[in-house]
């Protein structure tokens, strides 16, 4: 039983936008990066919600590796395509004018393209492809970020965690969203195993010489000194074909790299020549799909609500109660943590109060109180 403090959702966002403000950030760009993180907790991937908060974008602002301030340049905008330069500002703000764009264009068009380059860390990538599906479209989105997947028979961290992440209307309450690495595991699950002391289940880490890690801290020294990496879905080697995660990796670093003209691989490492703190400069695709110009939206959302139900009431494994699909089990955290709010582990309140009080804002946590 989780039996962590939590916080209201209204308190957590109202802290979360205020904070991004006193970093320097515009209250409608810190209120879009204050939701995409709390949408996270809101599907139950900690990974990318508020455990994320300091480390990954506040302590990035002060380093200097993320811009608060985002300013957008259109590279390339025809009626279908469009192309931006995020400017080293925040990935979520740019990807969030992204998709809104791409919908309008794909309402009007049937289909839309984009591309981010110079880019920094979008949060989950479920996010930009569910904005789609709210809308009654598909949407499809991809990114790469710092190396840390070894190609099959490989043991150097070459590629990101490089998710490929779809989401498609059904006739349910939730849409179907896979929003998934293409590793066994994504860093920021480990930096969560970290904050928690727990080991990183074995397999999904490998050291330079051959053997798993599973010493949490020790792997996230050793993916950024080089000296471990994940395992692409499918593990190392190919006795469990491993090589399909590794080339969906290859195809999702291909594109955020080709389409923006970006840089890829040992360039997104984030840290520069003299081992000092250097931009990051990612690139994201995007891709929106209006059903209406194929054979409407009804048809899709129950086809696809159809084959999600078909695959919840096959036969279940001996000892096994249910089969999920994509974005149920999201689904069914939200239907818990609704009324309850977010759940804040010990570090993460650490953190929390680090920052409240380095900007002397007026906040008061329950977790505070035990």
């Keep these: 039983m989780d039996t962590r403090p939590r916080v209201s959702w209204e308190l957590m966002n109202a802290f979360l936008i205020d904070a991004f403000k006193g970093y320097g950030m515009p209250a409608e760009d810190a209120a879009i990066?204050?939701?995409?993180?709390?949408?996270?907790?809101?599907?139950?991937?900690?990974s990318h919600g508020c455990n994320r908060f300091k480390p990954i974008y506040i302590d990035r602002i002060v380093k200097g590796t993320l811009k608060p301030v985002t300013k957008i340049d259109i590279l390339k905008d025809t009626p279908t395509t469009l192309v931006m330069d995020a400017n080293d500002g925040s990935g979520m703000v740019a990807s969030y004018r992204m998709m809104e764009r791409l919908i309008e264009k794909a309402r009007l068009y049937g289909m839309a393209g984009g591309a981010i380059c110079n880019s920094t860390h979008y949060g989950i990538a479920g996010y930009w492809a569910t904005m789609a599906s709210k809308e009654g479209m598909i949407g499809i989105t991809g990114t790469n970020a710092r190396p840390s997947i070894a190609p099959t028979y490989g043991v150097e961290n070459m590629m990101g965690t490089n998710p490929l992440t779809f989401a498609i209307p059904t006739d349910e309450e939730f849409p179907f969203?896979?929003?998934?690495?293409?590793?066994?595991?994504?860093r920021g699950k480990i930096e969560y195993y970290a904050r928690e002391g727990k080991d990183t289940p074995r397999g999904m880490v490998i050291g330079h010489d051959g053997s798993y890690m599973t010493d949490s801290q020790a792997i996230l020294k050793a993916l950024v000194d080089g000296s471990a990496a994940l395992t692409p879905i499918g593990g190392a080697g190919d006795e469990m074909c491993g090589y399909k995660g590794y080339g969906y990796a290859a195809v999702v670093e291909i594109l955020s790299a080709a389409l923006t003209g970006g840089p890829f691989m040992k360039a997104?490492?984030?840290?520069?020549?003299?081992?000092?703190?250097?931009?990051?400069?990612?690139?994201?695709?995007?891709?929106v799909i209006n059903p209406e110009f194929f054979m409407g939206l009804d048809t899709l959302k129950k086809t696809a609500g159809d084959i999600c139900r078909a695959l919840r009431a096959s036969e279940k494994a001996p000892g096994q109660e249910r089969i999920y699909t994509a974005g149920e089990k999201e689904w069914l955290a939200w239907q818990e943590r609704k009324d309850e709010g977010v759940p804040v582990g010990e570090a993460v309140q650490k953190e929390i109060i680090k920052v409240r009080d380095e900007l002397h804002l007026p906040y008061h946590f329950p977790f505070e109180d035990r």
């Design 177 to 186: 969203c896979l929003d998934c690495a293409t590793s066994t595991v994504q």
């Design 268 to 287: 997104l490492t984030g840290t520069g020549a003299d081992g000092r703190p250097a931009n990051y400069h990612l690139g994201h695709f995007f891709f």
């Design 33 to 46: 990066c204050a939701d995409v993180l709390l949408e996270s907790d809101r599907r139950g991937i900690e």
